[in-house]
């Protein structure tokens, strides 16, 4: 089956746009969570939608958000685009929330500002 | 604070030897703890979760919680298990949602 997908693969913007990424689960799973890498912070999460309700959010300013449909895909916009949000976006599945089921990653966004 | 350690970021053996790469945590709750994996030019995927206390591509792990620690063991390493590998720790949400912290990663280097 297909695994997570993620579009684009890779984008440029300017500062101060606005940018909105998108995810598709693995059919079937309806928890979708995001991640940003960077090499200065790693991997730190952003937040977990289940049932398109955000049930999870981390520290991460109000630019930040996203949201989920019905199908379970979902989307992430950044506003007011800063130099530091170049970075890795990664979405993650599972087949629902809470401990025990591991994450599905997608190949990934590269988003570069500049 | 939640936090996850791996205070090797490179590691480098030779092929045959046994390899051990290092996690410990900080967590006042009870952890659940997994190791994720990426090869080159693949995605994060994941390697073990403490739970099922599973086997894979020869790669053990067990939770120490006297230690706070997660350490990911191989006894005969292979250059195919070049690659960087995260631990991870699950924390739940306020509404049963869950998040991974992960450690910095250790790229582990198997020569031949």
């Known amino acids: 089956k297909a695994g997570v997908t993620q579009t684009p693969r890779y984008l440029i913007k300017t500062r101060g746009q606005q940018v909105t990424l998108s995810c598709s689960p693995i059919s079937g799973h309806r928890s979708v969570s995001w991640y940003q890498q960077t090499p200065g912070q790693g991997l730190q999460f952003l937040f977990e939608?289940?049932?398109?309700?955000?049930?999870n959010k981390g520290n991460f300013p109000g630019r930040f958000s996203g949201r989920q449909f019905s199908n379970s895909r979902s989307e992430m916009n950044v506003s007011t685009l800063e130099l530091g949000d170049s970075a890795l976006y990664l979405c993650?599945?599972?087949?629902?929330?809470?401990?025990?089921?591991?994450?599905?990653f997608g190949s990934g966004t590269r988003l570069t500002v500049v | 604070a939640q936090r996850v350690t791996q205070p090797e970021k490179l590691l480098s053996v030779f092929k045959g030897a046994p390899v051990e790469l290092k996690c410990n945590y900080s967590?006042?709750?009870?952890?659940?703890l997994f190791w994720y994996v990426q090869y080159s030019r693949q995605r994060l995927q994941l390697l073990l979760r403490h739970i099922s206390r599973e086997s894979i591509k020869g790669f053990t792990a067990d939770l120490n919680k006297g230690e706070t620690s997660f350490h990911l063991k191989k006894p005969f390493a292979q250059e195919e298990d070049s690659a960087m590998y995260y631990c991870a720790l699950n924390l739940d949400g306020e509404t049963s949602g869950s998040r991974l912290t992960f450690g910095e990663g250790t790229q582990l280097t198997v020569n031949p």
């Open positions: 939608y289940f049932s398109e309700t955000q049930r």
């Open positions: 967590y006042s709750g009870s952890p659940e």
């Open positions: 993650a599945s599972s087949l629902t929330l809470g401990q025990g089921n591991g994450y599905t």
